[in-house]
Nanobody
Framework: QVQLVESGGGLVQAGGSLRLSCAASGLTLSRYAMGWFRQAPGKDREFAAV????????YYADSVKGRFTISKDNAKNAVYLQMNSLKPEDTAVYYCAASFRFSSTQGNYDYWGQGTQVTVSS
C-alpha cells in the first residue's frame, strides 16, 4: 500500500521559515519525480515545486522561486520543502505527490499525501 505522509506544517509569522517533510512507503522514490502542491482557502490547488527522480532537475512556480527549496533523499525515501521568507499568501494546505513524469501538472501525479497545514500570520 502506497502512502505519502507530510509533516512539518504549522503556524509561523511572516518572514519566518518552515521545513516540510514527506515520507513515502510502498513505493521507491528514486523511480518518481516528486512534487509539492498547495491549496489556499477558497482556491484551487496549485503547483509549487517539483524535483526529478535523481534530484538533478528542479522547477519552481514563480510565486515561490527564490524562497522555497525542494530536495530529495532517495536513501531515506523522503522529499522536503524548505520554505523561507514566508508570506501570508503562502497560507495553504501543502501536499506532496509522486509522478513518473517530471511535471507541474496535477493530473500527471499518481499518488498524493493527505496534506499538512501551513499558516503564515502577518
Amino acid at each position: 500500500q502506497v502512502q505519502l505522509v507530510e509533516s512539518g506544517g504549522g503556524l509561523v509569522q511572516a518572514g519566518g521559515s518552515l521545513r516540510l517533510s514527506c515520507a513515502a512507503s510502498g513505493l521507491t522514490l528514486s523511480r518518481y519525480a516528486m512534487g509539492w502542491f498547495r491549496q489556499a482557502p477558497g482556491k484551487d490547488r496549485e503547483f509549487a515545486a517539483v524535483i526529478g527522480r535523481n534530484g538533478d532537475v528542479i522547477y519552481y512556480a514563480d510565486s515561490v522561486k527564490g524562497r522555497f527549496t525542494i530536495s530529495k533523499d532517495n536513501a531515506k525515501n523522503a522529499v522536503y520543502l524548505q520554505m523561507n521568507s514566508l508570506k501570508p499568501e503562502d497560507t495553504a494546505v501543502y501536499y506532496c505527490a509522486a509522478s513518473f513524469r517530471f511535471s507541474s501538472t496535477q493530473g500527471n501525479y499518481d499518488y498524493w499525501g493527505q496534506g499538512t497545514q501551513v499558516t503564515v500570520s502577518s
